[in-house]
């Protein structure tokens, strides 16, 4: 993942604009910028906010403020997207109108493809602080997009909405930028995987060199006895074999060990005892 | 995913507590609970709060006053996790102690397998708001987790971040009941969550007396040099802590520590010695 290009991922986000309509509190505002930028965002359409400009938008905003310089305003919802191509309109999950319906994830992931594939500009609407979007707004939309919550306890507020919703922007690019063939490398889903090693893991080979090691350890110290193993070894196997030892652990483990060993058969003697002596 | 059974959801939530050290912003705190409740959960500890009680609690927390009730206060990082299976500290990405390192999502994924499969109990730690958790913090952990953010702008406030990661713990919750064909197991996705143990995984605090243990064990060996450890005690941290032992292979493990230690003070010979003496 590191290698990935955030100039790259940047560049598409700029096709996904983030519209609030009728916000109230600047508050909202500047900490909507503050999400998106932290995940790559950079475009905010404000349809006739209620308090504009205001100092709470440059304190909550922290350091995005060339994300303010960007800012447009419109008098409707109808100038906020009308070069979009796209057009997702938030909502709690319980709404009278019936409507095609995305959760926040295959939401962004059909954004970016569009974004990524055919240069197809996104918007993203949220409602008001109190009462949301109007069925009349939610109907400009092409789908209806909702953040699975906790249902016995309501929604986001708008910030932490937009903050959701960057997120998924963000990982769905990048998800894409993955798969793409030309780009090669990196991030297959899988946990071990996922980890940032300084140094290159051990082989399968390696760890064939390591078993035999630590039972020829454990059988001198007569930890381990090999007329009758019992369970040990696959034991042994089971706890080394999930942890995935990376080069330079190997190594210690089995310095560890061939400390031991000298220790038992009496070519490594403890330097206190020399001394002593 | 709408039959989904919200109570069951939080049910598997309860195992993951948040964990904030020595926040300073109350109004932090009061984010924190209102990121967890509409996301569904409920746990949260604090580590030598700066100031606590406070209004903006209350305020911020919006509604969550059930869980401002159920907030536990420690006065160190252990205690929070003392009965925690699995921890992850969150970080930024550019750190100077290497550690496995999971972003978000596969982290959120292995947290819920381990609580789905196994009853165990997950924390999540968070820094302070200006410089995060310290190198020593970090080493408690099996993992740390990072939200993939933004490189040219930075990190995401800490309330933002529980955003963010309540959010993952949600889905990740959502996608495993969603994907259990009854009851019965499924998820194939690594090494570690496949296996079904015998024994039960061992708690961090059984964890801390693992740690000096074999420190000692090195040391009497010499293998550590306790007055200039360098790396060692870190490296052995990162190894086992990632590994997540059960009960048997933690007694194991000690019992292999034990004999060296006899060896190498002569409380212990080789049965083979005797015999020929």
């Known amino acids: 993942m590191d290698i990935i290009d955030n100039a790259a991922v940047s560049q598409h986000l700029s096709h996904v604009r983030i519209v609030m309509v009728n916000t109230t509190l600047p508050a909202n505002i500047g900490s909507a910028l503050r999400a998106m930028k932290t995940m790559g965002l950079c475009k905010l359409v404000l349809v006739a906010p209620k308090t504009y400009p205001h100092p709470d938008i440059d304190a909550l905003s922290a350091g995005a403020s060339d994300l303010i310089e960007q800012i447009e305003i419109v008098e409707t919802l109808e100038d906020a997207i009308k070069d979009c191509h796209l057009v997702f309109g938030t909502s709690a999950r319980s709404r009278t109108i019936p409507w095609p319906l995305l959760e926040?994830?295959?939401?962004?992931?059909?954004?970016m493809q569009?974004?990524?594939?055919?240069?197809?500009?996104?918007?993203?609407?949220f409602g008001r602080e109190d009462r949301g979007l109007t069925n009349e707004e939610l109907a400009l939309a092409n789908y209806h997009v909702t953040i699975p919550v906790n249902t016995d306890y309501g929604v986001l507020n708008v910030s932490q909405a937009i903050q959701v919703i960057c997120y998924e922007m963000r990982m769905a690019t990048l998800e894409l930028i993955d798969k793409k063939p030309d780009q090669e490398a990196v991030m297959?889903?899988?946990?071990q995987?996922?980890?940032h090693w300084d140094e290159p893991l051990v082989t399968h080979e390696q760890m064939e060199q390591f078993y035999p090691h630590i039972e020829k350890m454990l059988a001198e110290i007569e930890?381990?006895?090999?007329?009758?193993p019992r369970l040990l070894p696959l034991r042994l196997r089971r706890l080394f074999g999930r942890i995935q030892l990376d080069r330079m652990e190997y190594h210690l483990?089995?310095?560890?060990?061939?400390?031991?060993?000298?220790?038992?058969?009496g070519t490594w003697k403890k330097s206190k005892n020399e001394d002593q002596n």
């Open 188 to 191: 297959h889903v899988t946990n």
């Open 253 to 265: 483990l089995r310095g560890i060990f061939s400390r031991v060993q000298a220790l038992n058969n």
């Open 114 to 125: 569009a974004v990524m594939q055919d240069q197809q500009e996104i918007a993203i609407v």
């Open 223 to 228: 930890f381990l006895d090999p007329k009758n």
């Open 104 to 111: 926040a994830r295959p939401a962004a992931q059909k954004s």
């Open 193 to 195: 995987e996922d980890m």
